[in-house]
């Protein structure tokens, strides 16, 4: 038992997959984002699984106690929407729900996307399904931010902000958490402008914390980082570009299962493009599209930020299925 949850690691052919589980009944398998942990969902698994649910969060590869394999392009969507799939399959299930955030929602969506046999519904949090562009995310980052600093481009050089983050991983952790929150966003903090910068230059680590983590959180975190360092976490963000070469049948593909969309009204990831609102229109491809919910006062850890909210919006999605 952790906190309170039995836990179980699937064997995948060659990855091992470390989940928190609660419950019984339909699979729900809820898969986190970057930089964080099966534990991101804390607020949600007992709920959600009182509703008559078995619920499995997950230690994406590279995280946690899951497998951290080295090759940059063990990270590519196929690889890790393939964790997905076998974990159904290992349970024995005919499908399952999905709920995912940040790096866990385009992996849902692109799970119920190329699965919709094994995806019973989809709910995504802070990132809405978007179609395969013309060039890949990462080329049109590169194009926008050709002469600013931009994480995701600084990101693509192996093992620099490995070790700029890995220095006091404490630090790391606090600044990036705040610097998207709500309160950071409040705050106006920002990443510095120059194109040399590190990724923490110019973010505050604030004293103290706001109060959605507490001190018991942050060292969990931060334990769970000190284990299994940034470069597993990272390499999701190297195979932009080979995810849009290997996945181009996502050009065309919409999301024909039940999905949903939550989204923290404060969040910065809604405006990467200046000029447009990522979140006001989550749904267009979609076709059996329940609607959103923009939890005004929440940034992006917005299942952490606002825990009820988020688990409220979650729990009325699942009772429109039944």
């Not at 299994?228 to 995810?243: A, H, K, L, V």
Request: charged share 30%; proline share 5%; glycine share 8%.
């Amino acid at each position: 038992m952790t906190h309170g949850f039995k836990t179980k690691t699937f064997t995948l052919n060659d990855i091992n997959i470390y989940t928190a589980e609660h419950g019984e009944g339909p699979l729900v398998i809820m898969v986190h984002g970057w930089p964080e942990s099966w534990y991101s969902w804390r607020h949600q698994i007992k709920p959600i699984a009182e509703l008559g649910y078995k619920v499995l969060a997950i230690d994406v590869r590279g995280y946690g106690q899951s497998s951290k394999p080295y090759a940059v392009e063990k990270y590519d969507m196929l690889s890790l929407v393939g964790d997905i799939i076998g974990i159904i399959k290992e349970e024995n299930v005919e499908n399952a729900i999905l709920i995912g955030h940040d790096w866990g929602a385009p992996i849902c969506w692109s799970a119920a996307a190329l699965h919709p046999d094994k995806i019973k519904a989809v709910i995504g949090l802070s990132i809405p399904h978007a179609r395969r562009g013309k060039i890949s995310n990462i080329e049109l980052w590169r194009q926008i931010y050709k002469d600013n600093f931009f994480y995701q481009t600084y990101f693509e050089k192996e093992g620099v902000v490995e070790e700029e983050l890995e220095r006091d991983i404490g630090e790391s952790l606090r600044k990036i958490y705040y610097w998207i929150s709500a309160e950071g966003h409040d705050a106006k903090v920002r990443t510095n402008f120059d194109k040399d910068s590190e990724l923490l230059d110019g973010l505050i680590d604030p004293d103290p914390f706001p109060n959605w983590l507490t001190k018991e959180d942050l060292d969990f975190y931060i334990n769970e980082f000190e284990n299994s360092g940034f470069r597993g976490p990272i390499n999701r963000y190297r195979n932009q570009d080979r995810d849009w070469e290997t996945i181009p049948e996502l050009s065309n593909l919409k999301i024909e299962v039940p999905s949903f969309f939550i989204g923290g009204g404060k969040d910065s990831v809604r405006k990467f493009i200046k000029g447009y609102d990522m979140y006001e229109n989550p749904g267009k491809n979609c076709t059996n599209f329940f609607g959103k919910l923009i939890i005004e006062e929440a940034g992006h850890w917005v299942q952490q930020e606002a825990p009820k909210k988020t688990t409220d919006a979650i729990i009325s999605f699942l009772e429109k299925l039944k």
